[in-house]
């Protein structure tokens, strides 16, 4: 599953005026003379010939009608963590690779689900209902092929590739589609006659061998359908959230504190179940026209304490209410977790510090 340019629908997700125009996030070109480079652009930016890591003056001179703006990493990080909490429940076994990216083992999954194609439309369609993104995904017998297949019709793509065919669909593909292989070692694997990923499959695995060591195990694997590195389940539980979207916009204030509190007592609910403290206390709402804020507070002390989730919460939505826009979502998140001390332990805690009388 790859989320499609990621940065910048964020960005038009969260200001439609940016929609259907070239972004570009990174420096802006016309302070600092023109340093620094493309963080991320959009479709329409890129189809003016931007791309990430370019120069932010070559970027400028090749589109000055663009929108430039700054990488808000925090936003991103927050978002990625929202869909990665939504797709991993789809997974055998979830991977994570990077803010936008991760492989999902559905092995026994699309067993009793109607298979891999209903599941990748069903994670297709709630990221596009509950987050408005698109992602393209790649259906395959091993991580490469799907890596390969997520690119292959971007954005909003499916891609199938049955496991009788991987190799047959690979074939026609140029050897720089394997994840991996940059511009150098490309230009080695040419030098040797090798263009596509079939002439890959073809070549001698023993010249292979000599030119590039133990990398040539892996490239003939990939070339022949027949990599087999497992999903490795690397999830880490970084906070613990939920959300309710309501039926009907609205600006009854009790109907929304009152869902605010059934989500404190969700959110919590997990806390001890996971054996958990958590430190921030973090608040989402988004309004009509999915004009979305999010704000957070830190504690002195990690805690289990679920009245100052409350309380946090409560004070945090102050800063809302009187807005002239009904209330679309709210969502409640603790952050800044860590395994809860065992009783013996010394150490402070706020549930030590409040507990404490006299």
Same mark, same amino acid.
């Given at each position: 599953?790859?989320?499609?340019?990621?940065?910048?629908?964020?960005?038009?997700?969260?200001?439609?005026?940016?929609?259907?125009?070239?972004?570009?996030?990174?420096?802006?070109?016309?302070?600092?003379?023109?340093?620094?480079?493309?963080?991320?652009?959009?479709?329409?930016?890129?189809?003016?010939?931007?791309? /990430? +890591?370019?120069?932010?003056? $070559?970027?400028?001179? *090749?589109?000055?009608? #663009?929108?430039?703006?700054?990488?808000? &990493? %925090?936003?991103?990080?927050?978002?990625?963590?929202?869909?990665?909490?939504?797709?991993?429940?789809?997974?055998?076994?979830?991977?994570?690779?990077?803010?936008?990216?991760?492989?999902?083992?559905?092995?026994?999954?699309?067993?009793?689900?109607?298979?891999?194609?209903?599941?990748?439309?069903?994670?297709?369609?709630?990221?596009?209902?509950?987050?408005?993104?698109?992602?393209?995904?790649?259906?395959?017998?091993?991580?490469?092929?799907?890596?390969?297949?997520?690119?292959?019709?971007?954005?909003?793509?499916?891609?199938?590739?049955?496991?009788?065919?991987?190799?047959?669909?690979?074939?026609?593909?140029?050897?720089?589609?394997? /994840? +991996?292989?940059?511009?150098? $070692?490309?230009?080695? *694997?040419?030098?040797? #006659?090798?263009?596509?990923?079939?002439? &890959? %499959?073809?070549?001698?695995?023993?010249?292979?061998?000599?030119?590039?060591?133990?990398?040539?195990?892996?490239?003939?694997?990939?070339?022949?359908?027949?990599?087999?590195?497992?999903?490795?389940?690397?999830?880490?539980?970084?906070?613990?959230?939920?959300?309710?979207?309501?039926?009907?916009?609205?600006?009854?204030?009790?109907?929304?504190?009152?869902?605010?509190?059934?989500?404190?007592?969700?959110?919590?609910?997990?806390?001890?179940?996971?054996?958990?403290?958590?430190?921030?206390?973090?608040?989402?709402?988004?309004?009509?026209?999915?004009?979305?804020?999010?704000?957070?507070?830190?504690?002195?002390?990690?805690?289990?304490?679920?009245?100052?989730?409350?309380? $946090?919460?409560?004070? *945090?939505?102050?800063?809302?209410?009187?807005?002239?826009?009904?209330?679309?979502?709210?969502?409640?998140?603790?952050?800044?977790?860590?395994?809860?001390?065992?009783?013996?332990?010394?150490?402070?805690?706020?549930?030590?510090?409040?507990?404490?009388?006299?």
């Amino acid at each position: 599953m790859d989320l499609d340019a990621f940065y910048a629908s964020v960005e038009q997700r969260e200001n439609p005026a940016l929609r259907d125009v070239p972004l570009i996030i990174g420096a802006d070109p016309k302070n600092g003379k023109g340093r620094g480079v493309v963080v991320a652009c959009s479709y329409e930016a890129r189809k003016r010939g931007l791309h /990430s +890591g370019q120069p932010i003056a $070559t970027a400028y001179r *090749l589109c000055p009608e #663009g929108v430039y703006i700054q990488p808000n &990493l %925090a936003l991103y990080g927050q978002v990625s963590a929202d869909v990665m909490d939504r797709i991993r429940k789809y997974a055998d076994k979830f991977e994570q690779v990077s803010i936008d990216e991760a492989f999902l083992d559905v092995t026994e999954r699309s067993q009793t689900s109607g298979g891999p194609i209903v599941l990748a439309r069903q994670i297709k369609a709630e990221l596009k209902g509950k987050e408005r993104l698109t992602c393209s995904i790649g259906i395959a017998p091993n991580k490469s092929a799907a890596k390969i297949a997520s690119d292959y019709q971007k954005p909003d793509g499916l891609t199938y590739i049955e496991p009788e065919r991987a190799k047959e669909f690979l074939a026609p593909l140029v050897v720089s589609k394997i /994840s +991996g292989i940059g511009k150098k $070692t490309e230009a080695q *694997l040419n030098e040797l #006659g090798i263009k596509t990923i079939g002439d &890959l %499959a073809k070549y001698s695995p023993r010249s292979l061998y000599k030119q590039f060591g133990k990398s040539a195990v892996w490239l003939w694997a990939i070339a022949n359908a027949e990599e087999r590195v497992e999903v490795q389940e690397n999830y880490e539980m970084k906070s613990i959230g939920g959300e309710h979207t309501f039926e009907v916009d609205t600006n009854d204030w009790l109907a929304i504190k009152e869902q605010l509190v059934n989500l404190v007592d969700y959110v919590h609910k997990r806390l001890i179940e996971a054996n958990m403290s958590y430190r921030t206390v973090g608040l989402k709402i988004r309004f009509t026209g999915f004009e979305t804020y999010t704000r957070e507070k830190t504690l002195r002390f990690s805690t289990t304490d679920k009245q100052s989730i409350l309380t $946090t919460i409560q004070e *945090l939505l102050e800063e809302f209410r009187g807005r002239p826009k009904k209330v679309r979502l709210v969502g409640v998140r603790l952050s800044g977790l860590a395994n809860k001390p065992e009783k013996s332990t010394t150490k402070p805690t706020l549930d030590t510090f409040v507990s404490r009388k006299g």
